[in-house]
C-alpha cells in the first residue's frame, strides 16, 4: 500500500509539472513564439531541477555557440545531439570572454581580440591582429574595460551601440577623415539608459523588429507594433513600434527561461522556441 501510495504520489507530482509547463509553452505560443520540434539538453546549462539555478548561465547564443556568464565557450547543436547525448559540449579554450561584439568577435580576459566560432573567413578562436583591416576599429569599440557587448547598427555610418558595465547602452559614433586615418571617437550618447528601464544585461539591436531587445536583471522589453489592427488592415497607414515591457518573457524570465536571444529561446525544461 505504501509503495502504490508513493508511485502514485510520484505520478501526481509529474503531472502537476507537466500541465505548469504545458502552460508556459502555450503562454509563450500565445506571445508569438514558435514551438520547435527539437529537445535541448546540456546538464551544464541546465539546472538538475527547476527551482535551482544552473551551473553556467547563458549570457549569448547564435545557432553555433554560446558564451556563459563566467566567459567560457560551448557549442550548440539545436536538432541532433553530440556524442556526449547532450546538445552542448565545452569549448577547449583556456581564455574567458569577456565581452563581444556581434556574432565575429571575443575580447579575452587577456584583453586580446578572437574570431568568435563560425566565423567563415578565419579559423575560430585564432587571434585578430593588426593585420587585419578592422583591427583599430575592434580596439576602439572593445578597448575599453567598461565595455561589454558592441552591435554594428550601420557601419557605413559609423553607428555601434554599446552595452557598458554601468547597465546602459550607448550610441558610439565613429568617424575617420580617409580610409588611411585613425578611427575616433566623436560622440556617446545613451540609447536605452539604466535610468529608464533599469541595469541593463543584455540587449538586441534589429531595427523595428520584434528582435530588438533588452533584458534588465528583472524584466524583458521587446520592440513591438503599437497599431497592429491598423497598420495590417491598411494599406496606407504605417506600422508603428515601441520597445515595451513583454509581460510573458518577464513572468517567466527567473524560473523558466534559461536563455533568451535575437531568434532563440530556451527553457529549464528543455524546450527550444524561435522567433516569429
Same mark, same amino acid.
Given at each position: ?148 557587448? +558592441? ?17 546602459? +547602452? ?18 556617446? +550618447? ?46 496606407? +497607414? ?39
Amino acid at each position: 500500500m505504501k509503495k502504490t501510495k508513493k508511485i502514485l504520489g510520484i505520478f501526481l507530482l509529474t503531472l502537476v509539472l507537466t500541465g505548469c509547463n504545458g502552460n508556459v509553452t502555450r503562454e509563450l505560443r500565445h506571445a508569438g513564439f514558435s514551438l520547435s520540434t527539437e529537445e535541448f539538453s546540456c546538464s551544464t546549462l541546465m539546472p538538475e531541477k527547476e527551482s535551482e539555478e544552473p551551473k553556467e548561465k547563458l549570457i549569448y547564443s547564435n545557432s553555433s555557440f554560446a558564451i556563459t556568464e563566467s566567459g567560457k565557450l560551448y557549442e550548440l547543436s539545436l536538432s541532433q545531439p553530440y556524442s556526449n547525448d547532450e546538445n552542448c559540449k565545452e569549448v577547449p579554450f583556456s581564455i574567458d570572454i569577456i565581452a563581444y561584439m556581434d556574432d565575429k568577435i571575443l575580447k579575452g580576459e587577456d584583453n586580446k581580440f578572437y574570431y568568435a566560432p563560425g566565423t567563415t573567413t578565419t579559423a575560430p578562436l585564432t587571434e585578430v591582429t593588426a593585420n587585419d583591416s578592422n583591427y583599430q576599429l575592434y580596439k576602439l569599440l572593445l578597448g575599453n574595460a567598461t565595455v561589454e557587448k +558592441v552591435i554594428t547598427v550601420d557601419s557605413n555610418a559609423g553607428i555601434y551601440y554599446v552595452l557598458e558595465n554601468d547597465g546602459t +547602452v550607448y550610441q558610439y559614433n565613429i568617424t575617420r577623415k580617409d580610409y588611411n586615418a585613425p578611427y575616433t571617437l566623436t560622440s556617446k +550618447v545613451p540609447v536605452y539608459a539604466k535610468q529608464d528601464y533599469g541595469e541593463i544585461i543584455d540587449f538586441n539591436y534589429a531595427g523595428e523588429s520584434t528582435t530588438t531587445y533588452i533584458k534588465t536583471k528583472d524584466e524583458i522589453y521587446r520592440m513591438q507594433m503599437t497599431n497592429e489592427k491598423e497598420c495590417t488592415k491598411y494599406a496606407d +497607414v504605417e506600422c508603428k513600434y515601441k520597445l515595451k515591457k513583454d509581460e510573458t518573457l518577464t513572468k517567466y524570465y527567473k524560473d523558466k527561461i534559461i536563455y533568451y536571444g535575437p531568434n532563440l529561446l530556451i527553457t529549464t525544461y528543455g524546450k527550444e522556441f524561435t522567433m516569429n
